[in-house]
């Protein structure tokens, strides 16, 4: 609640009273560490809460292990929710990323997979998933993805039920952002994805009419399967890489009518390899939800009832199946629950020889009535080999997904993804408004273009107060207290392409009246961005604390401010 009435404070505008942040140090160690998260379940298959350390007992490859570190992750109850404040109203060209409903520890992607469903099915699919999100799941956040010809983004993680409905009713007239083979920060201005770049690369291979969603199971089947397969793989291999870069548990709904990836084809087997162990060390457990509903019995073929891949990608990631059932709603919310109850365990393995080997791990419970999930195992690479696979993370990678950590990936940077969660370690307000309501042929100063844009565009002023107590202020000398900050405002076109971007950092000393000052009326920053007046565009706003990389981040459509009134004169301060 004293976060709340601080963060009602800095809305206002009012004084704001807090105990300097303490600074955090960093410690940059090599060690492998492997995660494991653990959902438990009781016979009726609900979550099990409230379990202490010392019910677990974990393994690898037989061998006991020391389980260095352990947290329970819990779900907000309807009731809790109920009891929180509700948030405040503010002007239109006002935005925050302050919510009073905490997030839950988990981040969960629903994924619907048009190219292997039937239009009957995708009908009862998209009516499911609207009736999931119809019903209230306080802290719930979500993303949505949806897979024909190519990996789309939907909507990016939000736990806004209303703006998730929305998404879903406008995916075909929408903006959809093509995610397929999507690795972090390549969609930086100058980049030229086609020659390189993960972004918008097409799938290849498909046959002709491959993806048409008016074509049913038999149809389906007669087209080359392989392609089908590697198209699919391609996709779940760009989910794998695009949820790497985001902290913690994700879940991973997967909607379809068909789960074509093979168990043995050579044509696709490296790839399921890759991807599955993208999957398990991104602390990504995958739900399988079979879009084809109850089936009393297969018809005399075989191939329509077997869950040989949804078994095998569940339980190698900690997830699990649903298939055989018409309330796939009930299915989303049970997933959504089971991956929002659960225990993360991490641990150090005993043998250090790495060879690549795949090491199995078991997690017991003292409990045996009680049901686990959990990843069963990793790829024992050696760290100071790169090969090119996968490879576990470690202490001081910035990214699981890359082997090598790249000291340009700081945490705003990776925060200012577009679609990703938006972080609130520094809980900050935003004033957006049109500089001046005219367009000019050239962007703001410091502003950082794509060769590809051009204008005219619109400038706009970004005014941000930020939470002090968030930030390490630290005494360097008599009189003076040092602090460091790093503003940053990305634009974003419509098809997810990063267009433009200004960054720029505020590090020094100041006085103790401006240090009392900033403790009393928040720390303030001012920026100009350029956005092309033509299109749709999203600007994505971040602070960053440079002593503990502390980040906030909030995302907002231009159009939302576009027709405000502008401001009569611009005057960008330089921050003292």
Not at 7 to 17: C, D, F, N, R, Y
């Amino acid at each position: 609640m004293a976060k709340f009435v601080a963060v009602m404070a800095l809305l206002g505008l009012a004084g704001i009273a807090g105990a300097q942040a303490p600074a955090v140090p960093t410690l940059k160690v090599k060690t492998r560490i492997v995660v494991i998260d653990v959902v438990v379940t009781d016979k009726q298959g609900k979550p099990v809460r409230n379990l202490p350390a010392s019910d677990f007992a974990l393994a690898e490859n037989g061998a006991s292990q020391k389980i260095d570190h352990f947290e329970a992750h819990t779900s907000l109850s309807t009731e809790d929710a109920a009891k929180l404040p509700p948030m405040p109203k503010l002007d239109p060209n006002i935005f925050t990323n302050f919510s009073p409903i905490p997030a839950n520890g988990a981040l969960n992607v629903l994924l619907f997979d048009a190219l292997n469903t039937t239009m009957v099915d995708q009908s009862v699919v998209l009516k499911q998933m609207q009736k999931y999100l119809a019903t209230p799941h306080p802290g719930v956040r979500m993303a949505l993805f949806e897979f024909n010809s190519e990996l789309h983004l939907l909507q990016g993680f939000t736990s806004d039920q209303e703006v998730l409905q929305a998404a879903l009713a406008n995916r075909k007239s929408g903006p959809q952002t093509s995610m397929l083979q999507y690795h972090p920060m390549s969609n930086d201005p100058g980049i030229d994805r086609a020659a390189g770049g993960y972004r918008n690369m097409s799938l290849g291979n498909l046959s002709s009419g491959s993806n048409d969603p008016m074509k049913g199971p038999d149809e389906l089947g007669a087209i080359h399967m392989q392609d089908r397969q590697l198209s699919t793989l391609k996709a779940m291999n760009a989910l794998a890489r695009y949820m790497g870069s985001l902290p913690g548990r994700k879940n991973l709904l997967w909607f379809s009518a068909s789960f074509p990836i093979s168990l043995v084809d050579r044509g696709t087997s490296d790839l399921l390899h890759e991807t599955m162990a993208l999957f398990a060390k991104n602390q990504v457990a995958v739900y399988p939800i079979d879009a084809r509903g109850e089936r009393l019995n297969c018809g005399g073929q075989k191939a329509l009832c077997t869950t040989d891949t949804m078994d095998m990608m569940a339980e190698d990631t900690g997830g699990k199946v649903f298939a055989n059932t018409n309330d796939l709603a009930a299915a989303v919310e049970q997933a959504v629950d089971d991956g929002s109850n659960y225990y993360t365990l991490t641990y150090t393995p005993a043998n250090h020889d790495w060879k690549g080997e795949y090491r199995k791990v078991e997690v017991k419970l003292a409990h045996a009535n009680y049901t686990l999930a959990y990843r069963r195992g990793y790829y024992a690479e050696d760290l100071d080999k790169p090969t090119g696979k996968p490879l576990e993370a470690t202490a001081d990678t910035a990214s699981a997904t890359d082997a090598v950590p790249d000291p340009a990936k700081t945490a705003l940077r990776t925060a200012m993804e577009y679609g990703s969660p938006q972080p609130t370690e520094i809980v900050f307000k935003a004033a957006v408004n049109p500089a001046t309501g005219r367009p000019e042929n050239v962007v703001a100063k410091a502003n950082d273009l794509s060769p590809k844009v051009s204008g005219p565009f619109e400038r706009y002023v970004i005014s941000i107060a930020a939470l002090p107590t968030a930030f390490t202020f630290t005494r360097s000398a008599p009189g003076k207290i040092h602090m460091g900050a790093q503003l940053a405002t990305w634009v974003y076109s419509a098809d997810g392409a990063l267009i433009n971007m200004a960054t720029f950092k505020v590090e020094g000393d100041v006085d103790d009246a401006r240090y009392k000052s900033i403790m009393a009326n928040g720390l303030k920053f001012q920026q100009e961005i350029s956005v092309p007046v033509k299109g749709e565009s999203f600007l994505r706003i971040g602070v960053e604390d440079l002593a503990t990389s502390r980040v906030g981040v909030v995302e907002i459509p231009v159009e939302t401010v576009a027709k405000l009134k502008p401001l009569a004169s611009v005057a960008v301060a330089a921050v003292k």
